[in-house]
């Protein structure tokens, strides 16, 4: 089948299972997700949804999102949104739906790791994280061109180390550079509109601060420099200029809205960022940029062993989106960020751990599937199949697969710490994936075998502490049993007995393990 029939195929198959073109409320994507507004969330079949092949898993937060994978989604939506539109346009009319809960499923962990998040879901829909929500869907739409600039940017820094091909280096310098130069004004677009005001706007306000003519303007007691403030600065400006902008409307009569309204908008938005906002922003950027080279430089181990065992729980918070910003500040002013490779880690302990569950659980066939489908997405850096399918709904190989990731991260923190920096040159990817952007101070070859050290080391400190500490007898004795029902209890019941267990919280000891894991990036 041609790929484009095969996404075509995918996005079919995925229509009718969410409700049908009426029932989709907005359609968008991340790095690995489909995410999907829907007017009545009773009319999705889960497991169905889960049982597709290019569907990795489901996870519903504010948004009802499909993981597919890096590449697959960027290729399906468009072909599902090309579908909701022709569906709409023969029938237009909402079919009724059977309003009646979905599928009773035989995966007890996938139950269980529903109900977690279902519990959890409200806890974070606090005022700040709904705040650190807007800020990640900022960044996230520029996840794809950060990838394609550093990996250009790498190809070039491999070419002129090795000297060759030095007509076409220049070329690529650009490549990778003309985005990164610019990328105030992408982030400037990308606030105002996701704060509800006019996207190039806050583009134009933005924009301010990368033009190269600022260099004549003195603001506190200080030249000022093209790019001060950077990415921290674009957002400032833009949230600004949103709210100037709401303010003319409804002050500015109609009659001269079209001309007032951007005219003040840029004026009074712009003042204020070239006479305030890049001055401080800069400050916060360099304070940020010294910080984490400090932070690492004498205490990289332990600050690795920390941040790699924590981000998940971080994730589960919904507390990991603040470091988007951060990554992007870092990328810009250093050229990566060294936060990411240690972040990284989290994903090795997951698939040590999953690797454990893997041989702990011999006659358990349902989850060893799971685990061998959804191992290969976790080796390349997606992680929520892992996630979502063993480790959370289990417990306690969640704990075990973040003290894997903590040591992965001590070690890639220890490195830094002896001044061998490991940086990533984008953010989104991870695991494998993570490779073709690594970047460092000492060469490629001594980033990558560092880079691969410590993801050697999280696979196997998930693995060990995962064996031997991560089931409980009793948890031992409940799931290393056969999962497939019986065709009599099936014939007799209607449907498979419920998961073992089913109503045990996801802690390893009857506690909850954190709250709602939903908006996990790719890579974890």
Known sequence: MATEDKNRATAAAILPLVGGAANVASIAHCMTRLRLGLHDRSLVDDEALKALPAVMGVVEDDTYQIVLGPGTVARVTPEFEQLVEEERETAPAPAPGPGGAAAVSSDGLAAQGAAIKAQQKAKNATPFKLFLRKIANIFVPLIPALIGCGIIAGLNGLLVNLQWLPAVTPA???????????????????????????????????????????????????????????????????????????????????????????????????????????????????????????????????????LGGLFLPLVMLGLHQALIPIHTTLIEQQGYTVLLPILAMAGAGQVGAAMAVYFRLPRNESIRRTIKSALPAGLLGVGEPLIYGVSLPLGRPFITACVGGAFGGGFVGLFNQLGDTVGSTAIGPSGWALFPLLDGNHGLGSTIAIYGGGLLVGYVAGFLATYFFGFGKDLLTEFNVSQEPAPSTVAATGGPHPAPNADRPGGPDGTDPGTDPARTPAGV
């Open 172 to 306: 690529l310098a650009a490549m990778a550079s003309g985005f990164m130069a610019l990328i105030a004004v992408f982030v400037g677009y990308n606030t105002a509109k996701e704060f509800g005001g006019t996207p190039i706007l806050g583009g134009a306000v933005a924009a301010i601060i990368v033009f190269p003519g600022v260099a004549n303007i003195d603001a506190f007691g200080q030249t000022l420099s093209p790019g001060q403030g950077g990415v921290l600065g674009a957002l400032g400006a833009a949230v600004l200029a949103v709210y100037v902008e709401k303010w003319c409307r409804r002050w500015v009569p109609e009659a001269l809205d079209v001309l007032v309204t951007p005219t003040l908008t840029v004026l009074i938005s712009g003042l204020v960022t070239i006479f305030g906002l890049m001055y401080v922003a800069g400050e916060i950027s360099s304070a940020i940029g010294t910080f984490a080279d400090w932070l690492l430089s004498n205490g990289g181990a332990g600050a690795g062993f920390v």
